[in-house]
């Protein structure tokens, strides 16, 4: 009866909060971390560099990051009892699935004080995320290949040390490729954060109701995994490898896209935000050229994305609705010249994503925001007497 409530499917034209964490722009396709272009941080800085300045505000002075580092090069271990819940995982369960379970599983591992007047070690949690992250993600991948999964080694940084966690085996040492360490430090870094995407801002959400922060960001790694989402960069690769198995006939594809009557969608194009090419694909794109010559890498379905790019930009079906290359286009063709399997390319998202996430669940809480609790129109039946079974 107050006021009037304004329905906005997709919150298209909503603004959730306000937020000094990412800026991004649109028309311009500018993305920048806490006022540093992701143009030179991807270029110039380390991932946990990155996590750092989104999560505490600034990049870290020389004993900061050393500190963090340490920090989390000391907290890879994940407890061995996790483990024993991972063991019941199928095999061929998709890796999103068990990191949200594993994820969530580590608000009983690592519990608050049930005494809500004893604050939590926020900190503590944020070192353990950042650091168990990866070791769980590569358990994913050395059980589905009915390899034994590796331990940590804190001698390593935090790229080859989950570069070692997933390739290295009991019958020979994994010795890490620069050129892939450095491809897979920039690929994180331009997947750290987004502002009040999907993902961000359901943990931002959950996070609302005081939720502690493993559930909050599990239901993060929820929301990523629909293909609409993060999910979008293993069905880029899916959709190019049917391409490429149907002859190469983009244009087919492109049809197949624009036809109302097909829900099928070109995976790895449009953005809600993006109205221009989005600023992480050009890198990205720029970088498969790069690793795949580097590795001495060809494959073929990164000239069928090429092809696609080129026939959709000039298509009117896409130019007229803006529809462009966005961060899941390219990234999958790097991830598989690195030797990572599809279906743990969403994985690779999340574990680029999670700083971002806790630097948003962080901004959230220590801003004190409201409980996420949005109105409805209510369109169901009007009042009605109740009925008995026998007379229905
Ligand atoms: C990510 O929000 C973020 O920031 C996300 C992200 C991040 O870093 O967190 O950037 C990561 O999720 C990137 C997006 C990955 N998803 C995909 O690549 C899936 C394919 N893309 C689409 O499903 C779509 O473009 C979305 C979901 C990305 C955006 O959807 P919107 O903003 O709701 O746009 P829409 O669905 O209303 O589309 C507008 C029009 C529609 O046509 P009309 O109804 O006007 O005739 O464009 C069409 C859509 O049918 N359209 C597409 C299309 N994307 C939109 N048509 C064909 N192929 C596509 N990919």
């Not at 050393?66 to 996790?82: C, G, I, S, W």
């Not at 085996?169 to 999907?198: F, R, S």
């Not at 930009?313 to 390219?330: A, I, Q």
Request: hydrophobic residues 40%; glycine residues 6%.
């Amino acid at each position: 009866k107050s006021g009037y409530i304004t329905i906005d499917p997709g919150f298209k034209n909503t603004g959730s909060t306000t937020s000094a964490i990412t800026f991004l722009d649109g028309e311009e396709g500018i993305l920048r971390y806490r006022g540093y272009s992701i143009e030179d941080l991807a270029e110039k800085a380390s991932f946990l560099e990155v996590a750092y300045l989104l999560i505490y505000g600034d990049l870290p002075t020389a004993d900061q990051y050393a500190e963090f580092e340490h920090e989390v090069r000391t907290h890879t271990l994940v407890n061995e009892d996790m483990r024993k819940i991972f063991e019941g995982f199928p095999v061929n369960a998709h890796p999103m699935g068990t990191l949200s379970s594993l994820v969530s599983a580590m608000s009983a591992f690592y519990p608050d004080s049930y005494d809500s007047n004893v604050p939590a070690d926020t900190e503590m949690h944020i070192i353990r995320l950042m650091a168990k992250m990866p070791t769980i993600v590569t358990w994913s991948y050395k059980k589905s290949q009915g390899h034994p999964v590796n331990y940590p080694d804190n001698s390593l940084d935090y790229c080859s040390n989950f570069l070692n966690m997933m390739f290295a085996l009991p019958v020979e040492k994994y010795e890490v490729d620069p050129v892939v360490a450095k491809a897979l430090n920039k690929l994180l870094i331009l997947h750290a954060d987004h502002e009040q995407n999907c993902s961000t801002s359901t943990v931002r959400l959950v996070g609302s109701s005081q939720a502690n922060i493993y559930t909050s960001i599990s239901a993060g790694i929820g929301a990523l995994w629909g293909p609409l989402h993060g999910g979008a960069n293993q069905e880029v690769i899916e959709m190019l490898e049917a391409i490429k198995a149907d002859g190469g006939d983009s244009q087919k594809y492109i049809d197949k896209a624009k036809d109302k009557n097909d829900d099928f969608r070109l995976f790895g194009f449009g953005h809600r935000v993006y109205k221009n090419f989005d600023p992480r694909a050009r890198i990205i794109k720029k970088a498969a050229d790069e690793v795949l010559e580097k590795l001495g890498v060809n494959d073929p379905v990164l000239d069928i994305a090429k092809t696609l790019e080129k026939a959709a930009l000039e298509d009117e079906y896409f130019v007229s609705r803006k529809l462009y290359p966005n961060v899941d286009f390219y990234s999958g063709i790097i991830y598989r010249a690195l030797g990572i399997p599809t279906n743990m390319f969403t994985v690779m998202f999340a574990i680029g994503r999670l700083p971002g996430w806790i630097a948003q669940w962080k901004e959230m809480r220590e801003n004190n925001e409201p409980i996420g609790r949005p109105r409805q129109i209510y369109t169901g039946p009007t009042e009605r007497d109740f009925v008995a079974m026998d007379k229905r």
